[in-house]
């Protein structure tokens, strides 16, 4: 740079710099430190987390017939073990809330992947599986039935998700599951 491209402040007006020592510049090892090992479940779409497959259906059920009583009890069984029974209108989410004079019951989910949205989606039971409305969340919803592709549902709109479905909560996997109940 030319001399006389650059400006010199007159004297006195910037202070001098103190005298300091030079600075130690050693290389040195950071410190180990183990992390944790966390036993969390995942999930991808179209795959099955390799340490904590899901668990199989108990039996295949016979064709579901309609009951006075109104629909069907069902379940949602993750592959941590949590089982959410659907015997009414659901709110689902981290921290969910049912709209007030509704006669939804909101059920708080602990999600270990981190993507299901405060209030996600809507569960309804149906005579053959179950209706999800997925109220507009962050990671949406998905549904693969069994020997159907991963499809994504329309946010706000009502979708039918059948028995032995996976049912995607953002990344959360769930398996619909009739409930079987004991007859006398």
Do not use: Q
Request: proline content about 15%; aromatic content about 2%; overall charge neutral.
């Amino acid at each position: 740079m030319a001399e006389s491209d650059f400006i010199v402040p007159p004297p006195g007006l910037v202070p001098a710099a103190p005298e300091t020592a030079a600075p130690d510049r050693t290389v040195r090892a950071a410190p180990s430190r183990a992390l944790p090992s966390r036993g969390l479940p995942s999930f991808a779409p179209g795959r099955v987390a390799p340490d904590r497959p899901l668990p199989a259906s108990p039996r295949p059920e016979p064709p579901a017939t309609p009951s006075p009583a109104g629909p069907a009890t069902w379940r949602l069984v993750g592959a941590s073990g949590l089982e959410i029974v659907v015997d009414g209108v659901l709110v689902l989410g981290r921290d969910p809330v049912a709209a007030a004079g509704s006669n939804a019951r909101a059920v708080a989910i602990d999600d270990p992947t981190r993507t299901v949205s405060k209030t996600h989606a809507v569960i309804e039971p149906t005579d053959d599986g179950v209706r999800v409305t997925d109220l507009r969340s962050t990671n949406g919803c998905r549904v693969e039935p069994p020997g159907e592709a991963l499809r994504e549902l329309a946010p706000g709109a009502a979708s039918h998700v059948p028995a032995g479905s996976a049912l995607y909560l953002g990344e959360l996997g769930l398996r619909v599951d009739r409930v079987v109940r004991a007859t006398v």
